[in-house]
């Protein structure tokens, strides 16, 4: 049986680069449901790892750990050299602005149009802009995911699939260093997830960021990712890069592969 | 000690609203200020609220002043009808209902706001584009209840008043200067402000609560409902307890 806990592996590119998140000894639990226990994780600059586990095994409590959302019970969370959990609000926002989050269910603000969704983390924090300059950026965030003619759309009007570009376009138009998503092809349909996937990766070679992708989507993370850490009772119970875990016997491991 | 379930989570409700609302004493009053969105929602809570509460101030008047004319008959008093109309309007009826209304239609609508944004993770999002979601949903729609429910109350007591001078004149006839003349040779200095006040109360009341019970809505869209609903029972509740201690109080200090 081949679990690797502690030992990191290199990045699939042997390319040696400074970790941008790195996760040691992360414990969290709400009341008796020990959710995350001893997980540890180091995700290295341009590189894109995926973490897979089942439904209700933690993934959402770990992306929200690493934002800030959710404070750990202990361990350790640097973000691009911050430890994140000892940060006040100020000096957590100028990490967020680098961050961006692809929540599970979007989080489009409902009362606002595309536009001002899209307008709503520029002006929150702080990025100087004239007006003409902030909506090229707009325009242009939304061209780069196919959905320029939304842009006076409320999100009420759209499917589920561009809601899901325009979340991504939302966390994009800050030019983030390190994407964050979380399933970002739960729900939709096979044809939509590809896209999604497709989208994903040719954002990350454009927009040149590292990302964490949390999914149970196999061909989602086949497609995007470098290599797979497996989230399995509140640990990474083993890493590799997909043909690696494949060949895994370990049952625990297996049962994702079938 | 063990206390009952339900004392118990009475009293667990009470201290968690009253952290909130320390919270709101905390944040509100350090800068940054969201003074945009306090006066858009200065907007939308004041002038949403204001067919409703205009067109039920304008049936309470109306439908006073015909319920009371025939005990004043009996005590040969009927001339004193602007007065009493205007003395039980002024001081407890607009106010009171006004806020009873404000808290069906605002206090529900916040609560299922915030709730729904909530379980839809648009609070979340919010706090990771850099934005203070309590100070920019909360703290706005707090203050914009404080400010709004005064204003409102003020227009429903004049239309009040003048559905009650409507409803003077089925039965009997009086002029508009005279019928106002009486009302606030009636009223005095002291009938009046109390009773403002106590409506910044009746506001802030509404607004904390509805933002607490959306603020804290349970996962799933039953939880929404729920916090709408509940934002609605508490908030009326609070205005007659405020009430209550705010006739205490003005009665002590000789304002009365
Ligand atoms: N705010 C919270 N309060 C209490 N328990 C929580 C909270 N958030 C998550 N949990 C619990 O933590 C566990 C993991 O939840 P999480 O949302 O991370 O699952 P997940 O791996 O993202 O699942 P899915 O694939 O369904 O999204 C669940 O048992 C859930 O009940
Ligand atoms: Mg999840």
């Not at chain 2, 915030?114 to 203050?143: C, H, W």
């Amino acid at each position: 049986m081949e679990t690797v806990q502690e030992t990191i592996r290199p990045p699939v590119h042997e390319k040696v680069q400074e970790p941008v998140i790195t996760i040691r000894h992360l414990y969290k639990s709400f009341g008796a449901n020990k959710v995350l226990a001893d997980f540890s994780l180091e995700l290295k600059k341009g590189e894109n790892v995926a973490v897979l586990g089942k439904s209700g095994s933690g993934k959402s409590v770990l992306i929200k750990c690493i934002i800030g959302l959710l404070k750990p019970d202990s361990g350790e969370i640097n973000v691009l050299g911050q430890p994140v959990a000892n940060l006040d609000h100020d000096e957590l926002d100028r990490i967020r602005v680098k961050v961006g989050f692809l929540f599970q269910s979007n989080a489009l603000y409902d009362s606002m149009t595309v536009r001002e969704n899209l307008e709503f983390p520029m002006r929150r924090h702080w990025i100087k802009m004239t007006p003409g300059e902030s909506s090229d950026r707009v325009m242009e965030t939304l061209k780069n995911v196919g959905l320029a003619h939304t842009v006076d759309m409320m999100p009420v009007e759209l499917s589920g699939g561009m809601r899901k570009r325009i979340a991504l376009a939302r966390t994009l138009i800050l030019n983030p260093d390190i994407m964050l998503y979380d399933e970002p092809t739960t729900g939709l349909d096979p044809i939509t997830g590809k896209e999604i996937s497709k989208l994903m990766m040719e954002v990350g070679e454009k927009y040149n960021t590292s990302s964490l992708i949390i999914s149970h989507d196999m061909n989602c993370i086949r497609a995007t990712a470098d290599r797979i850490v497996m989230l399995i009772d509140g640990k990474c119970y083993a890493d590799g890069s997909y043909e690696e875990l494949k060949r895994n016997n370990d049952p625990k491991v297996k049962q994702f592969f079938e | 000690m063990a206390l009952p379930k339900t004392w118990q989570s009475f009293l667990d409700e009470t201290g968690d609203m009253s952290r909130f609302t320390g919270r709101f004493f905390a944040q509100g009053f350090k800068p940054r200020y969201e003074f945009s969105e306090f006066i858009h929602q200065c907007f939308i809570i004041g002038f949403k609220s204001l067919p409703l509460i205009g067109l039920t101030g304008f049936i309470m008047g109306l439908v006073l002043t015909m319920q009371l004319r025939p005990s004043l008959i009996d005590y040969g008093v009927e001339s004193q009808l602007p007065a009493m109309v205007g003395i039980a309007i002024v001081r407890e009826i607009g106010p009171v209902v006004t806020a009873l209304i404000f808290a069906g239609k605002i206090g529900s609508s916040i609560g299922a706001e915030l709730g729904s944004m909530k379980v839809t993770e648009q609070i979340d999002a919010m706090e990771v584009s850099g934005t203070n979601p309590f100070k920019y949903l909360v703290v706005t729609r707090v203050l914009a209840a404080t400010v709004m429910l005064p204003v409102l109350v003020i227009l429903s007591d004049a239309i009040s008043l003048y559905g009650s001078y409507l409803g003077v004149n089925i039965r009997a006839t009086t002029s508009f200067q005279l019928f106002f003349k009486q009302v606030f040779d009636a009223l005095s200095f002291s009938d009046v402000w109390p009773a403002v006040i106590k409506t910044f109360f009746f506001g802030f009341a509404v607004g904390m609560v509805g933002c607490y019970k959306g603020y804290n809505s349970r996962k799933g869209t039953e939880g929404v409902g729920r916090s709408a609903n509940s934002a609605v029972v508490v908030s009326s509740l609070l205005v007659f307890i405020i009430d209550l201690v705010v006739v205490q109080v003005t009665d002590l200090l000789g304002i009365n």
